[in-house]
């Protein structure tokens, strides 16, 4: 089972929707990287070699935006910063409740809290 960015590709399920649950990467950007590694529509995990999946993951890691655990860490850390300086979205980050102003009468009643360490 081949490795990209991190995140692993399973053999039987199609490739260009194998890459794109790399975190950060799309439908659209997967097609396209996997149309530059030169692998088909139909193409599965188990038809990746280790120069072709290396070259992916090559190109994955040559977009200008980051991805996978990064954008994980980057976006943990604007959370952070937000609940560091006690703003209203910071604070409705750490109640677990929606932060963009979605009704709260209904719905909104199983979003774990965030995870604060004022460390």
Known sequence: MPYIVGTSIPEDKVLVQSVGHIYGLGLTQSISLCKKAGFGSDSRGRHISF?????????????????????????????????????????????????????????????????????
């Open 51 to 119: 120069s072709k999946g290396k070259l992916l993951g090559n190109l994955a890691e040559a977009t200008p935006l980051p991805l996978g655990a990064d954008l994980r860490r980057f976006t943990h850390d604007k959370i952070k910063r937000l609940c560091s300086l006690s703003t209203y979205r910071g604070s409705r980050h750490r109640k677990g409740l929606p932060v963009r102003g979605q009704r709260t009468h209904t719905n909104a009643k199983k979003r774990p809290p965030f995870k604060f360490n004022a460390n």
